[in-house]
T-cell receptor
Framework: DTGVSQNPRHKITKRGQNVTFRCDPI?????LYWYRQTLGQGPEFLTY????????KSRLLSDRFSAERPKGSFSTLEIQRTEQGDSAMYLC?????????????FGPGTRLTVT | GENVEQHPSTLSVQEGDSAVIKCTYS??????FPWYKQELGKRPQLIID?????GEKKDQRIAVTLNKTAKHFSLHITETQPEDSAVYFC????????????FGKGTKLSVKP
């Protein structure tokens, strides 16, 4: 499968614990985006990278959230001291930057449940 | 902040009928407008997109129209089939074509056989 992959697919954690998710983009895609989706809502932007550089973070992103893309390939999203309000589907998307090609392709997501 | 409004939130049609979903956006810099289809428990899938330099784009039974002056765009599905049943999201690029996407809240389309 050459699409965007995410691991784990599901994560249940207790409030206050730290969690880390991983996203592997489509190879050769320069841009990688993280979104969060709650039930009945559209995906909400969190942050994005071009290669290894983090270019933008949402103002809604708490300082408990951090993301990295150290080698410009896979990315990790860490949530520290999780809260029940962090329960959501965390989606990753990747996009090429080539001419007019900038479609974003999504991974299957990581569903986080904070108890 | 910038936002995208999407209507209706639910839409039920008979198989073979047409379905239309409408979105409006607020960011004047937006110039890329994709539509995603999301089936229950699955990832959003890009089904069609349009750039600001065109007013209409068609792909088989799916078409999208864009009115930049009015800041609205629409998805049209003709000859609907039960497998078209899903949640559809419109989105607009933030700050240009390569920025992050701002999504609408989705339209749940049900196609009754």
């Amino acid at each position: 499968d050459t699409g965007v992959s995410q691991n784990p697919r599901h994560k249940i954690t207790k409030r206050g614990q730290n969690v880390t998710f991983r996203c592997d983009p489509i190879s050769e895609h320069n841009r990688l985006y993280w979104y969060r989706q709650t039930l009945g809502q559209g995906p909400e932007f969190l942050t994005y990278f071009q290669n290894e550089a983090q270019l933008e973070k949402s103002r809604l992103l708490s300082d408990r959230f951090s993301a990295e893309r150290p080698k410009g390939s896979f990315s990790t999203l860490e949530i520290q001291r999780t809260e029940q309000g962090d329960s959501a589907m965390y989606l990753c998307a990747s996009s090429p930057i080539s001419g007019t090609m900038y479609e974003q392709y999504f991974g299957p997501g990581t569903r986080l449940t904070v108890t | 902040g910038e936002n995208v409004e999407q209507h209706p939130s639910t839409l039920s049609v008979q198989e073979g009928d047409s379905a239309v979903i409408k979105c409006t956006y607020s960011d004047s810099a937006s110039n890329y407008f994709p539509w995603y289809k999301q089936e229950l428990g699955k990832r959003p899938q890009l089904i069609i997109d349009i750039r600001s330099n065109v007013g209409e784009k068609k792909d088989q039974r799916i078409a999208v129209t864009l009115n930049k002056t009015a800041k609205h765009f629409s998805l049209h599905i003709t000859e609907t089939q039960p497998e078209d049943s899903a949640v559809y999201f419109c989105a607009a690029s933030h700050g240009g074509s390569q920025g992050n996407l701002i999504f609408g809240k989705g339209t749940k389309l049900s196609v009754k056989p």
